[in-house]
């Protein structure tokens, strides 16, 4: 399968995932990133605010949700090496934190990256700092796994959701 094709069907799964979970519309934004992603960024600025925060991201996320999204699918050889991640930086991690970040500024969100690597694990990567202050009111209250990668935390996709991702939004528990 052609890795556009596997980035494609894993935007939907997640797509449909958060709109079950919380019973809100997230689409994917059509032609994902091809509209006003990478060198087409500059198309972005041409258009009216609304716009520019809705195909910002991978996903069209409704207005009370905190986060762009940037969602990313690889096979167990192509992404992040985790074993090594402690040791020296990763290459890969640091561009889709670029685009990540660059995307939450004008989407006007925090930035969310979901990755999943195929047969193995699918990972969330928010803001370490944004994380502690809105999910850690004591230490107990870290996960139990978890990597600190320069000022971002990447922890375990189902246990963000199941524990920390309400604190962004306590209104809508």
């Given at each position: 399968m052609n890795s556009k094709a596997k980035g494609n069907?894993?935007?939907?799964?997640?797509?449909?995932?958060f709109s079950e979970?919380?019973?809100d519309t997230f689409k994917r934004v059509p032609q994902s990133g091809a509209i006003v992603g990478g060198?087409?960024?500059i198309k972005l600025l041409t258009l009216r605010d609304d716009a520019q925060q809705i195909f910002s991201?991978?996903?069209i996320c409704p207005r009370w949700f905190p986060f762009a999204l940037e969602l990313k699918n690889y096979g167990p050889d192509n992404g992040p090496n985790m074993y090594t991640l402690l040791e020296t930086d990763s290459k890969i991690l640091d561009n889709w934190l670029a685009q990540?970040?660059?995307d939450a500024v004008f989407a006007r969100k925090k930035y969310m990256i979901i990755f999943n690597v195929t047969r193995r694990s699918c990972f969330i990567i928010v803001d370490y700092a944004d994380f502690?202050?809105?999910c850690i009111k004591k230490p107990e209250d870290m996960p139990k796994k978890f990597i600190v990668y320069n000022t971002s935390i990447i922890i375990d996709k189902k246990?963000?959701?199941?524990?920390?991702?309400v604190a962004y939004f306590p209104s809508r528990n």
């Open positions: 069907r894993f935007e939907l799964a997640i797509s449909h995932e979970r919380w019973n060198k087409n960024r991201a991978d996903i990540a970040k660059g502690v202050q809105h246990e963000f959701l199941d524990n920390y991702i």
